[in-house]
């Protein structure tokens, strides 16, 4: 009878690891989804930058609608539903981070992708 305790035990243990790790991702998984969005429009306007050279608001807002994100394992998505709001807060997050730099031209404001300095 005692020869099966350590097996018992060690069961428990790693149930109680996985239901602990399990808890830990549903708590994080509305911040991990807003950082993958922010992260895929940012390749997407990145990669645009790298095509056009210089697009202005319209155009970045027009790129990002309806990007959605979600995790394989997960029913729950995230998308963007309002683009003009969504596009100036992660324009501002890139301008902080000096991924790209706001130029005014003729009175119109565009967004090109910033020298990088070595």
Known sequence: ?????P???LTALATMFIYGWGLIKMQ????????????????KVRKQLKK??????KEIEDL????QVSFFYSK?????TDAKTFA???????KTNHLIVEEYEKGKRSYCLAKKTK
């Not at 009878?1 to 305790?5: G, P, S, W």
């Not at 056009?52 to 608001?57: A, D, E, I, Y």
């Not at 729950?76 to 963007?80: A, D, F, I, K, Y």
């Open 7 to 9: 097996y018992v035990l």
């Open 28 to 43: 994080r998984q509305t911040q991990d989804l807003i950082t993958m969005l922010y992260s895929k429009c940012e390749r």
């Open 64 to 67: 990002i609608r309806g990007t």
């Open 88 to 94: 100036k807060s992660m324009l501002s997050h890139m």
């Open 52 to 57: 056009k050279g210089k697009m202005t608001l």
């Open 76 to 80: 729950q998505r995230l998308g963007v």
């Open 1 to 5: 009878m005692l020869k099966y305790l």
